[in-house]
């Protein structure tokens, strides 16, 4: 605790990302969208994938250790892109280096309400997060009006992790899962897992034209530029922005999953020994 850091960062210094393992490349995917020319640095601690299943005690010191390594590298910020980890670790991230810019994710109940027309509203997340507190409270401050259905979904995040998104098994995970939420009517589902919109293509087919599938992505990045703008920690460019890629755990078998997410043949995963 009170870990001071007391470093300048560079403008091009880079912004740090992390999650259990590849479901908060769909954050950052959203960051290179709205900060070109910001480099990046990404640590999939694949080697404790999934978090959401796992004590909060444990994904609260992964991750602060993470955060440590993240910061060791110079990054000027840090984006905790994985909702079960921000549910575990969040406030104490933020206890441990309060000069640091940390930004959080949770489910976008507070869109959906914007968003819903019957005002059923489903939430698929992990077992961490839906019964946090974080989302507890967000609860109580944006469902009133609603009708709020939590599912909380095993086996999805090992899938996604091994790069299984054609197999069978994933199509039934996601049916047994949506099939209690659409039951209940719901016109607006909500991702509040990181890794979910990576198969946002299969969920939205099961689901129908009828509902709206949300997922925070999209927020978090303009919540990290408006934060980098305020602070003045915005690299102007003109250079394209780099990513970094780090794994704790097998780099060969992330390496093709990363590789196609990013939609770059040639990006190398290194070791995160932590
Ligand atoms: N992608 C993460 C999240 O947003 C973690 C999933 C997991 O490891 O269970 O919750």
Redesign the pocket.
């Known amino acids: 605790m009170d870990e001071k850091q007391d470093k300048v960062f560079p403008l091009t210094a880079p912004i740090g990302f992390f ?3 590849i ?2 490349l769909s954050v950052m995917l959203a960051a290179r969208r709205i900060l070109p020319f910001e480099n990046m640095v990404y640590f999939a601690d694949s080697a404790h ?6 004590g909060s005690e444990f994904v609260r010191r992964r991750s602060l250790a993470i955060s440590r390594f993240l910061l060791d590298r110079g990054a000027k910020a840090l984006v905790v ?7 575990a670790a969040l406030e104490r991230l933020r206890l441990t280096y309060p000069d640091w810019e940390i930004i959080g ?1 949770e489910p976008a109940l507070k869109v959906a309400q914007g968003l819903s027309r019957n005002k059923r509203i489903g939430v698929l ?2 077992p ?2 839906l019964k946090g507190g974080r989302f507890f409270r967000l609860l109580e401050n944006f469902s009133a009006g609603l009708k709020v259905y939590t599912q909380p979904v095993a086996g999805l ?1 090992e899938l996604i992790e091994a790069g299984r998104l054609d197999d069978s098994r994933l199509e039934a995970i996601l049916k047994k899962n949506l099939r209690p939420l659409l039951e209940k009517g719901i016109d607006t589902l909500v991702l ?5 919109p990576l198969v946002r293509s299969q969920l939205a087919a099961i689901c129908g034209p009828g509902v709206e599938v949300i997922d925070t992505g999209e927020p978090v990045a303009r919540q990290l530029w408006r934060r980098l703008l305020l602070s003045g920690r915005l690299n102007p460019g003109p250079a394209a922005g780099r990513s970094e890629y780090f794994s704790s755990g097998e780099t060969a078998a992330a390496l093709q999953v990363i590789g196609k997410i990013m939609a770059d043949p040639a990006i190398e995963i290194k070791e995160g020994g932590i």
Do not use: F, M, R, W
């Open positions: 999650d259990s393992g479901g908060g994938c999934p978090y959401g299943s796992k892109a994985c909702n079960s980890a921000s549910e994710i997340g992990t961490l997060t995040v509040g897992c990181t890794h979910y």
